[in-house]
């Protein structure tokens, strides 16, 4: 029986991810973008597995699903028989605005897109509502078998938010029922991390080891969580920059690496002080591996290690070597852009401002005066003019003169700094600026120095 994990890509292969892959049409051509092993895949087919398990997908059970998007389940347990209230926040309000891009639901009917389920036993079975995930109506109270939300408690702008709303949630359950969240959790740390953050949070070991003290302080059982970030090469791998769904188990996001767990709440049919401490010991113990499993993973993952040693190297002479030493252009009735290249001549991955861990000392271009922070080229598009960071975001060289942003630099590779100078902003003439590369919190580099020569006509 599968209990509270986190992503590992094994799951895959097994023959009830397969099942439920093909149950939720998980597959080609229905694949709206995401990778065949995206993690929100993982996340559909496990809760439904769970709930399987479990005796619940059948007809007559009651479900509510919270933030549901436009998400496959709904449909899918309706094709069981189960009666189905899927609700999302109300689509016309202010703070709907950015989910309308990706996957709100609007209505019932948007959540069957598909056809996973009969089109009448779908009408039959499934009811929309627009609810606030943080003000959960009393009227829902211990009316289901069945409450699920899928990687939405994380969008809740806090920590606190987030648990609060499992606790909540857990009191739509009848005695017996059983309610599955998948998140995100924080692979390495235990102690910094993202909160209070309208965007997305990011939960720690200690959050559902405390999470599981209070719902069982309310009645309800959380299923002990066992972090396991596995040994194969695909879960290894680190997406710095993630792009929708990919297929990476592991991602950076707001500087910390997240991968995603699926948790398992039980509302008892009686309570029992015996089995409730015996459960208690087990969350204690559970708790201590899941930190084991962080530092376990973050002194084996190759690319991890390398980022640590780079934490603690301060970049010296000739580490970042410039490609030219100095730049001539002429500007005339429109914008251009001006390439300041460079090679990563260190051991180490270099990283700039943006996709990077938070604990890492990145690069940057700056003017090479550092008391006169007023560039003569300064431009819309830099970083912060003010601030003397001209550009921030790392490129490279693709065919022809296309070039591409990357995320970090490997050792032996070249990046460019990308300036865009506008004429309109400048008055004729000629226009000289030096500029260097500067590690953040550190010192400038010395010998990056390159001279960039404009002229106005």
């Known amino acids: 029986m599968i209990h509270s994990h986190s992503l590992i890509f094994s799951d895959f292969d097994t023959d009830w991810y397969k099942h439920w892959a093909k149950v939720l049409k998980q597959n080609k051509p229905n694949l709206e973008g995401y990778q065949l092993k995206a993690n929100k895949f993982w996340q559909n087919a496990i809760m439904a597995q769970i709930l399987h398990e479990r005796g619940l997908l059948k007809a007559g059970n009651k479900a509510i ?19 189905v209230v899927a609700t999302d926040q109300d ?3 202010e703070k709907a605005k950015h989910w309308q891009k990706y996957e709100l639901a609007t209505s019932a009917q948007s959540l069957n897109k598909l056809s996973i389920c009969n089109a009448k036993k779908f009408h039959e079975n499934v009811s929309y509502e627009s609810l606030d995930m943080t003000k959960i109506p009393s009227k829902f109270s211990g009316e289901y078998d069945i409450a699920w939300s899928n990687c939405a408690l994380g969008h809740l702008g806090s920590i606190e938010s987030g648990l609060q709303f499992i606790i909540n949630s857990a009191k739509c359950l009848k005695p017996g029922g059983y309610a599955v969240h998948t998140t995100e959790i924080n692979v390495i740390s235990n102690g910094e991390t993202v909160d209070n953050n309208k965007d997305t949070i990011i939960f720690r070991p200690k959050d559902i080891y405390s999470l599981s003290k209070r719902l069982q302080a309310e009645g309800y059982e959380l299923d002990p969580l066992k972090l396991n970030f596995g040994t194969s090469d695909m879960d ?22 997240i991968t995603q767990i699926v948790l398992i709440v039980r509302k008892p049919l009686k309570a029992s002080g015996l089995r409730g401490r015996s459960l208690a010991q087990k969350h204690r113990f559970a708790y ?23 934490e603690k190297v301060r970049l010296g002479e000739n580490m970042v070597e410039p490609l030219k030493k100095e730049l001539s252009i002429t500007l005339k009735n429109k914008p251009r852009y001006v390439y300041i290249e460079y090679k990563n001549t260190s051991p180490h991955p270099i990283f ?20 006169d922070r007023k560039s003569k080229f300064i431009a819309d598009d830099w970083h912060n003019a003010q601030a003397n960071r001209p550009s921030t975001y790392l490129c490279i060289k693709q065919a022809g003169s296309d070039w591409s942003a990357i995320d970090y630099i490997r050792p032996g590779a070249s990046f460019a700094y990308r300036l865009r100078l506008d004429p309109a902003k400048l008055k004729a ?29």
Do not use: C, W
């Not at 699903?65 to 009666?83: D, I, N, S, T």
């Not at 290894?236 to 690496?257: A, E, M």
């Not at 591996?289 to 780079?310: D, E, H, L, V």
């Not at 700039?352 to 005066?369: C, E, N, Q, V, W």
């Open 91 to 93: 689509f016309r309000t």
């Open 352 to 371: 700039g401002m943006h996709d990077r861990l938070y604990t890492t000392k990145p690069i940057a271009l700056a003017t090479s005066a550092p008391n």
């Open 429 to 457: 003439g000629l226009y000289s600026e030096k500029f260097s590369i500067v590690q953040e919190g550190v010192a400038y580099l010395n010998n990056t120095e390159v001279t960039v020569n404009a002229k106005v006509n």
């Open 236 to 257: 290894q791998r680190i997406s710095i920059s993630p792009v929708f769904g990919n297929d990476y188990s592991k991602l950076q996001v707001g500087g910390h690496i």
């Open 288 to 310: 201590l591996k899941n930190m084991m499993q962080q530092k376990k993973f973050a002194k084996r993952n190759a690319f991890i290690k390398g980022i640590k040693a780079y």
């Open 65 to 83: 699903g919270f933030g549901v998007g436009q998400e496959r389940l709904p449909a899918a347990f309706a094709k069981a028989g189960v009666k």
